[in-house]
């Protein structure tokens, strides 16, 4: 049976890349430091013999190699990070660390124990303010934060380790990812968690701006379907690729599926555009679905659909 090291198993999307991964009868050590992951999230993960968690910094270079040595691992996918662009400006010498150094340390101990394969969670925040869309891996990247520039810096570093090395390093870049899980908590929360919360409480939502800014959101099982099949499948050349679904939705179209699923809640308040909003985000998804045959396959309304009424823990491993 094959072993994958996951990094930020707890969090978001890596709990929900455990459970796909569990699902295809292979082994997963997750490692967490529950800075931002929760346990709770491993919840399901935790019913498979299979599985095992590991209370560690993804950073912490002693620590990780203990693993490396205990474990020989078919491949490592590092989700681990600084998620909040915000904070990233607030604590820059900390989004290094946990963004640009952790990463750098875990390419290093790949080499070091001849674990080929690497796949990294980027974002398209590299694209900063292009000029046209769809954002295509061919872009100049324009980061426009200290969070971007750090997944970008660990992008060219793991790609440079590819070259010198012959390590397998895929970067995703993940686009809008929504889905059960994601933290509501903060205001610069992933939008669809925020207004979720929201409406389950009956309040009205904020939107900031006419509603007409446009993402492409993609549903965290298809991310977690991405990372599983570029970590177990292979043959994923190293590279930058989109996670995306190559369709723009915007606020208020968004605000209409709502409707549907919390008819009696009072309406969207309509507020002043956040400073240094991106008007439009896309993706092209092309790349990987070349290289991959992968394709986003939940459609938005139904993604919606089961985060407004999904209740969690529900699945079973079947390991
Ligand atoms: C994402 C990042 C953000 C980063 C930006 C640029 C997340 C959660 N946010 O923002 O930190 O700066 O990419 O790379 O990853 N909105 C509302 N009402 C709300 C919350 C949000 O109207 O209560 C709007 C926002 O102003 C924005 C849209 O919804 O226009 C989407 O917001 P968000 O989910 O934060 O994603 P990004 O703007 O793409």
């Known amino acids: 049976m094959q072993t994958f090291l996951v990094t930020g198993a707890a969090g978001f999307i890596g709990s929900h890349s455990v459970e796909w991964l569990l699902k295809q009868g292979v082994r997963v050590i997750g490692v967490d430091n529950l800075r931002t992951g929760r346990l709770e999230n491993l919840v ?19 620590a990780m190699r203990i693993l490396f040595q ?23 010498a900390l989004n290094y660390r946990i963004n640009l150094a952790a990463a750098d340390s875990i390419a290093r101990l790949c080499l070091e124990f ?54 397998e390093a895929v970067c995703l870049r993940y686009f809008n990812v929504y889905g059960l899980r994601q933290d509501p908590a903060s205001p610069y929360s992933g939008v669809l968690s925020i207004f979720t919360d929201r409406f389950r409480h009956g309040l009205p939502v904020i939107v900031h701006g006419d509603g007409e800014q446009t993402r492409d959101f993609i549903s965290v099982r298809d991310v977690a379907r991405a990372n599983g099949e570029v970590l177990t ?23 209409a599926i ?30 990987l679905r070349n290289r991959l045959e992968f394709n986003a396959k939940i459609p938005f309304a139904q993604g919606l659909y089961e985060l407004a009424h999904g209740e969690d823990k529900k699945s079973v491993v079947m390991a």
């Open 70 to 92: 205990q474990h020989r691992f078919a491949g490592v996918l590092h989700l681990a990070a600084l998620v909040s662009v915000p904070e990233s400006f607030h604590e820059p």
């Open 233 to 255: 499948r292979g043959g994923v050349a190293s590279g930058r690729y989109n996670v995306c679904t190559g369709r723009a939705i915007s606020l208020n179209q968004v605000l």
């Open 114 to 167: 001849d674990c080929k394969r690497l796949v990294f969670a980027s974002s398209a925040a590299v694209y900063g303010v292009v000029a046209s869309l769809p954002n295509r891996e061919s872009d100049l990247p324009q980061p426009q934060s200290p969070y971007a520039a750090a997944k970008l810096a660990a992008e060219v570093m793991l790609l440079g380790y590819a070259a010198s090395y012959g390590l």
């Open 44 to 62: 399901v993960a935790h019913t498979s013999p299979d599985f095992e968690w590991v209370n560690a910094d993804a950073g912490d270079e002693t």
């Open 258 to 287: 709502y409707r549907e699923l919390f008819p009696n809640t009072p309406p969207a308040e309509y507020a002043a555009a956040r400073v240094g909003d991106i008007r439009h985000s896309l993706g092209d998804p092309g790349l």
